[in-house]
C-alpha cells in the first residue's frame, strides 16, 4: 500500500531555496504529483528558520548553495531544535564531498537536481519516503517504551542477566524487584544476582539452575528460597532464556502467600509461553506405554505446526520429522532412555512440516514412578544459527591457513605480549630477502633499524592498550602504510596484536596526482551542474506552462533547443566526470554486456555479430557507456549517409590483450582518424562532439587505450588494448587460529593492493583457503 492510500492528513513540507523562481516551480510540481503536499518556500537559512519556528512541518527541503548560510549549515541548526524532522538536501551542487558532510550532518536523504520535470516526481517519492520512515520510526520508539512499561509494570519480579563465565550478571531489575528483594537498581546492577539473593547453603542449586538454562534445557517453574534484605521468602522461579544461551529473564512468585498463587502463575505461564517463542526453544513429555507426547507451543514452532492443527505427535511421528541420516541415532537415543533410564543430549537435522531443514539440539531423560520409567521428558532448541557459525569458523580455519604465506604486496605480522612475532608471512618479505624465520620468535629491534623497530613497537604497545593504529614508514627506499590492531579473545581480552604493513609507494604518487585532476574537474562540474541546471530547469517548466496555455509551432523549437543545452551540459559534466576513479570494478563478462548494450541502442535493419567471450575486470556502467556510445555512433553515422544502415553490422570481437568493436560503414578518413577523440569534434548537426572523448576517458581511466583503424569492410575499427595491465585495490576477511583450531578473532578486514599477476597467483589458491573480493570504495585502477 502507496502512503497517498494510507494517509489521509496533510503532507507540510517546508521547501528553503535561494533561487525562489525554482522552488515555486518545484512546488507547484510537488503538488500535482501528491494532493497531500501543502508546501511553503522560504529564499533563505534565516527565513526557513523563521517558517520552522512559527509552523509545524512534516518535512524540509533545502538547497545546498545558498548566500550567508549554506544547507550543511541550515541542516545543523534543524537538528539541534529536532533530531527526527526528515530534512532533504536537493542540491544542484552535487559531490562526495557534501553528500559526505550531509550524513555526517544527520541528512534524511541527499537528491541532486537534474533536467526535466521528472525530477519532481522523483523529490516528491523521496518526500513521501522520509515522512513515511519517520513515522514509522516514532512508533517503533513507541513500541519500545510499550516494552519497558510492561516490564516496569510488571507485578512479579524480574530481572534480566546475561552469563558471563557460568554467573548470571545482573542487567536491568523492575521495580517489583526492588520492592520485594529490597535491592535499588544502582546497587546490584552489573553484579552476579546470585551473589545478592542466593544464601550460601544453595549456591549448587542455583548453578545447576543456570547450567541448565545455558545448556538450553526445557524452561521449567521451580520452587526455591531466596534471600531479600527482610529475609528469607519462598519463591516460584522462572526462566526465560535467549536461543543462544547469552542470558534472559528471570521471574520470581512470591509464594509464601499460596493463596495467591493460582492468579500468579496463571499469568506467569502466558508470559513464559511468548518468551519460550523468543528464545526458540520448546519443551516436550512422552509416555512410555501410550507412545503419546505432548508438545509446548515452542515445540510446534520449531517443527514448523500449528498447535491448533489436529496434529497428535507420538515418539513415532516425532522422530519421523528427523533428516533419515539422523533417525537412527535420534532413536537408538531415546531407546537406550526408555529402556536403561539413559539421559542424552544429541544434535540433529530436523525436516519441518515446511520441508526447511534445521539444525536442533535434543536433550530426554527418564522419569520414574517408583522403580519404573514412565515418561521420557525434555527439550528441543533450534540452534540453526550456532551450527552455521561453527561450519563457517570451520571454513575459516581452513580458508585463512595460507593467507599469511600469500599476503599480496605487503607483510603481515602477529605479535604476542612479550612484542615476539608469532607469525609472519607476505609477499614483501620475499621482496626484502627475508623469511618468515627472521621474524618468529624475535622482536622488531631484532630485524629492523633502531628508529623503525622503536616506533613499531610504541604501535604494538598502543594496540595492547585497545587503540588500533595507522602510520606511514619508509623502510629501504619504500613507503609503507603500517596498521596496528588488537586481537581481541571473546571475553574481549587481548592477547595479540596484528600488524599489516602495505607496501604503497606508487599508489601513494598516483593519489597526488588524481587528487590535483580531480579538484579540477570538481570545480568544472559544480559550475556546469549548480549554474547551469537551474535556470534550464526553470526554463523547461515554464516550457510546460506554455504548452498548456497555447498552441505555437515554436514551443517544439524552443523545446529542441532547450533539450540541445541539456544534452551538452550531460555530456560536458560526464567528459569531466570520466577521468576519476572507478567505483565498482569487477568481472564483466563482454558477451552478456555487447548484447546488454545492444538492446538499449535503437537499432533499426542493424544487425550486430559476438565474436567474443572473455571476461575483463571493469566498473561495468562505465564500460557499458563506451558500448554503447560506439554502437550508436556506427549506426546513426552510417544512417547519414544514403541511407546505408539497411545492411549495417557491427562486430565485437577478442584480441590478445584487449578487444575491438567494427563496423561496416562509410568509415572515418585518415586524416581526421586523431581529431574523433577531441572535444567538439562532430561531423553531425545533433551531436555535441562529447561522444568518443568521453570513451577515451572511460578507457584510460581503467588504464587501458584506444586507438582508431579501418575495419575490414571499409568501416571503422576501434581496439582496446592493455587490458592486462590492469591494477587495483581488494579486500581480505581474515581470521586467526591457534594450534587447536580455535579462533583467536575473525572478520578483521585488510585493504591490499595487487597487480594482475599478484591477482592471477592469489587467486590460484584453492576457493576454501582464500576470499578475496572487489573493494566497494576507494578504489583506484591505474
Not at 505432548?294 to 516425532?318: C, K, L, M, N, V
Request: glycine share 8%.
Amino acid at each position: 500500500m502507496t502512503l497517498n492510500e494510507e494517509r489521509t492528513d496533510t503532507i507540510r513540507v517546508l521547501h528553503v531555496d535561494d533561487q525562489l523562481e525554482f522552488a515555486e516551480m518545484a512546488t507547484t510540481f510537488l503538488e500535482r504529483e501528491n494532493k497531500q503536499f501543502d508546501t511553503e518556500t522560504a529564499a533563505s537559512v534565516a527565513d526557513g528558520l523563521t517558517h520552522l519556528a512559527d509552523s509545524s512541518f512534516d518535512c524540509v527541503v533545502s538547497d545546498y548553495d545558498m548566500p550567508t548560510q549554506d544547507g550543511i549549515e541550515f541542516l545543523r541548526t534543524v537538528r539541534q531544535k529536532d533530531p527526527m524532522l526528515p530534512f532533504i538536501l536537493y542540491t544542484g551542487k552535487g559531490s562526495e564531498e557534501v553528500a559526505s558532510e550531509a550524513i555526517s550532518a544527520g541528512v534524511t536523504d541527499y537528491l541532486q537536481k537534474s533536467s526535466g520535470t521528472e525530477q519532481y516526481k522523483l523529490l516528491a517519492d523521496r518526500i513521501t519516503n522520509a515522512v513515511d520512515q519517520s513515522q514509522t520510526e516514532q512508533r517503533v520508539h513507541a513500541e519500545q517504551q510499550r516494552f519497558h512499561t510492561l516490564f516496569d509494570c510488571l507485578s512479579q519480579p524480574t530481572v534480566e542477566v546475561r552469563y558471563e563465565a557460568g554467573e548470571p550478571i545482573i542487567r536491568q531489575v523492575n521495580p517489583a524487584f526492588e520492592d520485594v528483594f529490597g535491592y535499588a537498581p544502582d546497587t546490584v546492577v552489573g553484579d552476579s544476582l546470585d551473589a545478592h539473593i542466593v544464601s550460601d547453603d544453595r549456591t549448587h542449586e542455583a548453578a545447576a539452575f543456570s547450567q541448565h538454562d545455558q545448556a538450553g534445557g526445557r524452561p521449567e517453574s521451580r520452587a526455591v528460597t531466596r534471600q531479600t534484605t527482610d529475609g528469607p521468602r519462598e519463591f516460584l522461579l522462572q526462566n526465560a532464556v535467549y536461543g543462544d544461551g547469552s542470558g534472559g529473564f528471570a521471574m520470581y512468585t512470591d509464594i509464601t502467600d499460596r493463596s495467591q498463587r493460582k492468579e500468579t502463575l496463571e499469568r506467569t505461564r502466558e508470559l513464559l509461553r511468548h518468551t519460550e517463542q523468543l528464545a526458540e526453544v520448546g519443551g516436550w513429555e512422552a509416555d512410555i506405554e501410550t507412545d503419546e507426547m505432548r508438545w509446548t507451543q515452542g515445540t510446534y514452532a520449531i517443527h514448523d505446526i500449528d498447535p491448533d492443527g489436529g496434529f497428535e505427535p507420538s515418539i513415532e511421528t516425532g522422530i519421523e520429522f528427523y533428516h533419515p541420516d539422523d533417525q537412527a541415532a535420534v532413536e537408538t537415543a531415546v531407546d537406550k532412555c526408555r529402556t536403561h533410564g539413559t539421559a542424552y543430549e544429541i544434535e540433529s537435522r530436523l525436516m519441518t512440516a515446511e520441508d526447511e531443514q534445521k539444525w536442533v539440539c535434543i536433550t530426554g531423560k527418564p522419569i520414574y514412578d517408583g522403580d519404573d520409567i514412565v515418561k521420557i521428558r525434555g527439550a528441543i532448541c533450534d540452534i540453526t544459527e550456532i551450527q552455521t557459525r561453527r561450519q563457517e569458523l570451520l571454513a575459516l580455519n581452513q580458508q585463512y591457513q595460507t593467507l599469511v604465506k600469500n599476503f599480496p604486496n605487503g607483510a603481515v605480522y602477529l605479535i604476542d605480549e612479550d612484542l615476539e612475532y608469532v607469525r609472519a608471512g607476505g609477499e614483501e618479505l620475499e621482496q626484502a630477502d627475508m623469511s618468515p624465520a627472521d621474524f618468529e620468535g624475535h622482536t622488531p629491534h631484532d630485524v629492523f633499524p633502531a628508529e623503525l623497530a622503536d616506533e613499531a613497537c610504541q604501535q604494538y604497545k598502543q594496540a595492547f592498550n585497545g587503540t588500533a593504529t595507522a602510520a606511514i614508514q619508509e623502510y629501504r627506499g619504500e613507503r609503507y602504510q603500517a596498521r596496528v590492531t588488537p586481537v581481541r579473545t571473546d571475553g574481549d581480552e587481548i592477547t595479540h596484536v596484528m600488524a599489516v604493513a602495505q607496501n604503497i609507494t606508487e599508489y601513494v604518487e598516483d593519489k597526488r596526482e588524481l587528487q590535483r585532476q580531480n579538484a579540477q574537474l570538481d570545480e568544472f562540474a559544480s559550475v556546469v551542474s549548480h549554474d547551469l541546471r537551474n535556470p534550464l530547469s526553470v526554463a523547461e517548466g515554464n516550457l510546460e506552462f506554455l504548452r498548456e496555455e497555447c498552441d505555437s509551432e515554436r514551443i517544439n523549437d524552443i523545446d529542441s533547443a532547450l533539450t540541445r543545452i541539456d544534452d551538452l551540459i550531460e555530456d560536458l559534466l560526464q567528459l569531466a566526470r570520466t577521468g576519476k576513479q572507478l567505483k565498482s570494478p569487477g568481472p564483466v563478462n563482454l558477451a552478456e554486456l555487447s548484447q546488454d548494450c545492444w538492446q538499449n541502442v535503437e537499432t533499426p535493419n542493424a544487425t550486430i555479430y559476438l565474436n567474443i567471450d572473455g571476461t575483463v575486470r571493469a566498473d561495468r556502467s562505465r564500460l557499458a557507456q563506451v558500448f554503447e556510445n560506439l554502437m550508436r555512433n556506427a549506426i546513426e553515422h552510417t544512417d547519414q549517409d544514403e541511407g546505408k544502415n539497411e545492411g549495417v553490422t557491427i562486430t565485437v570481437g577478442e584480441l590478445h590483450n584487449g578487444f575491438f568493436i567494427e563496423d561496416d560503414g562509410n568509415g572515418i578518413p585518415v586524416d581526421e582518424r586523431d581529431d574523433v577523440f577531441e572535444a567538439g569534434y562532430t561531423t553531425s548537426k545533433q551531436g555535441t562532439g562529447f561522444g568518443l572523448p568521453i570513451v577515451r576517458r572511460i578507457i584510460e581511466a581503467h588504464g587501458w587505450e584506444i586507438s582508431l583503424t579501418g575495419g575490414s569492410e571499409g568501416g571503422a575499427r576501434f581496439e582496446v588494448t592493455g587490458i592486462e595491465s590492469n591494477r587495483g585495490e581488494w579486500v581480505v576477511l581474515c581470521s586467526w587460529f591457534d594450534e587447536t583450531e580455535r579462533p583467536l578473532w575473525h572478520s578483521t578486514t585488510l585493504v591490499i593492493r595487487a597487480t594482475d599477476r599478484q591477482r592471477d597467483a592469489w587467486e590460484e589458491v584453492p576457493p576454501c583457503t582464500a576470499q578475496l573480493c572487489q573493494c566497494g570504495k576507494d578504489v583506484i585502477s591505474m
